[in-house]
T-cell receptor
Framework: SQQGEEDPQALSIQEGENATMNCSYKTSINNLQWYRQNSGRGLVHLILIRSNEREKHSGRLRVTLDTSKKSSSLLITASRAADTASYFC????????????FGKGTRLHILP | DVKVTQSSRYLVKRTGEKVFLECVQD?????MFWYRQDPGLGLRLIYF???????EKGDIPEGYSVSREKKERFSLILESASTNQTSMYLC??????????????FGPGTRLLVL
């Protein structure tokens, strides 16, 4: 896998269902960040999770981090039409002067 | 709320023109960044700055330069626009001395078309 690679690339679910997106990476990280992007707009920060943390919550969002598997997941519970967007994970590396690398994103579509 | 503004939402320029993209943030952030976003390639870092008059190359600086004369303003300059610079350009800022380790706040983006 590439650094900060999201899976799946696209996801369609019914409104009210939960949506899970995954992010895998290759090298050690300082932290991992999740962002949302509505079509044609800028990115909005959702959650930052540090390498020594395992889980964080923010409203309907839950992020987990498994450093042994080099993976993270973003769970959106009780999805709404407004959650339709692209979701990106961004990894801040430990060994590249703290550079940040964004994945290509998961396109989430919430069906009415 | 942090606000990051970009001078234009849409821009059309001709090959060879000099193009200025302006970004302003209103939260006294130390760090500012320029990215471009292309389908299938995600976000790629062009340049960043940790302080006034300071700049660092990102992953794809070729064909671009930047200017940071004031803390709140970070300009991206395309010296001689080319068609392969057609893209969505995103500016971001963050606070503190943690650089990339801090949360970034993004502007709405400028969609540039070079003909």
């Amino acid at each position: 896998s590439q650094q900060g690679e999201e899976d799946p690339q696209a996801l369609s679910i019914q409104e009210g269902e939960n949506a899970t997106m995954n992010c895998s990476y290759k090298t050690s990280i300082n932290n991992l960040q999740w962002y949302r992007q509505n079509s044609g707009r800028g990115l909005v920060h959702l959650i930052l999770i540090r390498s020594n943390e395992r889980e964080k919550h923010s409203g309907r969002l839950r992020v987990t981090l498994d450093t042994s598997k080099k993976s993270s997941s973003l769970l959106i519970t009780a999805s709404r039409a407004a959650d339709t967007a692209s979701y990106f994970c961004a990894t801040v590396l430990m060994n590249r002067d703290d550079k940040i690398i964004f994945g290509k994103g998961t396109r989430l579509h919430i069906l009415p | 709320d942090v606000k990051v503004t970009q001078s234009s939402r849409y821009l059309v320029k001709r090959t060879g023109e000099k193009v200025f993209l302006e970004c302003v943030q209103d939260m006294d952030h130390e760090n500012m960044f320029w990215y471009r976003q292309d389908p299938g390639l995600g976000l790629r870092l062009i340049y960043f700055s940790y302080d006034v008059k300071m700049k660092e190359k990102g992953d794809i600086p070729e064909g671009y330069s930047v200017s940071r004369e004031k803390k709140e303003r970070f300009s991206l300059i395309l010296e001689s626009a080319s068609t392969n610079q057609t893209s969505m350009y995103l500016c971001a800022s963050s606070s503190g001395t943690g650089g990339f380790r801090e949360t970034q706040y993004f502007g709405p983006g400028t969609r540039l078309l070079v003909l």
